[in-house]
């Protein structure tokens, strides 16, 4: 319980933060690239606010669903707390990757998800930082990622962002 967030069951903020040192050792050793990628989702608190926060819970759930079905064995989602999120991608071998997992993440929910009697468009801000280039730490790397995100927000939501 200690390592997991209680509501999705994904690893929390403590546990994502050794699982990224372990995967920077790895990259380092191996002269590898990994990428951070920080997520949150456009106008959540406007859902929690209208319909209350165990249909936010189920949105949360189905959005984390949603996530891990586009990404690959080995990759880590974490919840950092309310609609954050963050995914570490280890062994990225071209940045164009990147941007087509986040386009295929925004592009999942491009469907209403249904909750209850109710359907909801979910959208995502993206921001996604690479080791090396944009850092060689977690306060760096999620600096990064944190701040790409916010100008994903900044232009409208449900887009990504690459860092730099």
Do not use: W
């Not at 372990?22 to 929690?48: P, S, Y």
């Not at 491009?110 to 959208?123: A, D, W």
């Amino acid at each position: 319980m200690a390592y997991h967030d209680a509501l999705t069951g994904l690893p929390n903020r403590i546990l994502f933060h050794d699982r990224l040192a372990v995967a920077l050792a790895q990259a380092k050793r191996n002269r590898e690239h990994l990428a951070v990628m920080m997520l949150d989702l456009d106008k959540f608190k406007e859902i929690n606010d209208s319909y209350g926060h165990y249909m936010g819970d189920c949105i949360l759930c189905a959005f984390v669903e949603g996530v891990k079905k586009q990404l690959r064995e080995g990759d880590t989602v974490a919840r950092m707390g309310g609609d954050e999120f963050m995914i570490l991608l280890p062994g990225i071998r071209q940045v164009e990757d990147l941007g087509k997992l986040g386009q295929k993440i925004i592009e999942a929910f491009q469907v209403p998800i249904k909750v209850g009697e109710l359907l909801f468009g979910i959208r995502t801000s993206i921001g996604i930082a690479l080791y090396p280039r944009d850092g060689q730490d977690f306060d760096t790397l999620a600096k990064k990622a944190d701040m790409a995100m916010y100008g994903a927000k900044k232009r409208g939501g449900n887009k990504y962002i690459i860092c730099c």
